[in-house]
């Protein structure tokens, strides 16, 4: 597999097309503050995140939880009836929801092959994302977890500016350890060698990714190392 791929294409302009469809055939708008808990959909409704971004929670068999991946605007989110885990959906920041219904969903899927498409690069997207960082966490060094959480973040969500790729709402460094299983200040440590490095800036709440190629090769020497 070929994990920097990432990286399936992301067309921004088919996602918004869907968004626009959503305004318009949402049943019901909701507005979570940050910490605030996701009511998941009843059946045959899905939801799509519209503004902001969620915390993704799974439960483990001790009882306990576990922060495995974040969820951007853009992202839809099933009813999730058949699943056999539990998973909680916590705001991370101001987010708007819209509620949609799964028969509203298909009518505009059988629009065309293309929105069809886009449809399923999204979901194969954040599922090939999140079976990626329960598999690295085994795998890799925790420098590499960190190089590649950054370069998956900024090739499926960075917007180009004229310094490189804006990440906005860079996740902290505490939630970014906690997905990746690396503590804090590990974290820290290597945000702060790139920006050595002249790769990224950080910034309050953003990074800018100066030279995505420069961290894609610095992700690939550590793994050879």
Known sequence: MDE???????????IDRFRQYCLQNAYRRERLKKGDVLQ??????????HK?????????DSGS???????????????????TFSKRLVADCDTEILYITE?????????GEEEVAVLL???????ILLLQSILQEHE???RSRVYRFLYQIATSYGKEGPDGLLVEKLPSRS?????????????????????KQGVVTKQKKSLVIHDIQALKELLTQDNDD
């Open 40 to 49: 998941m959909p009843g059946a045959s409704s899905c939801c799509f995140l």
């Open 52 to 60: 902001g971004r969620l915390k993704v929670f799974i439960g483990t």
């Open 103 to 111: 028969k509203a969903v298909y009518a505009f899927a059988l629009t």
């Open 4 to 14: 920097l791929a990432g990286e399936l294409p992301f067309v921004q302009e088919d």
């Open 175 to 195: 939630d970014i350890g906690a997905l990746l299983g690396i503590h804090r200040s590990n974290v820290t440590r290597y945000l702060s060698d790139l920006e």
């Open 140 to 142: 890799e060094s925790s």
């Open 65 to 83: 939880e576990r922060l495995m991946w974040f969820l951007e605007s853009g992202n839809i989110i099933p009813e999730g009836s058949g699943e």
């Open 121 to 127: 690069r999204h979901y194969k997207k954040r599922y």
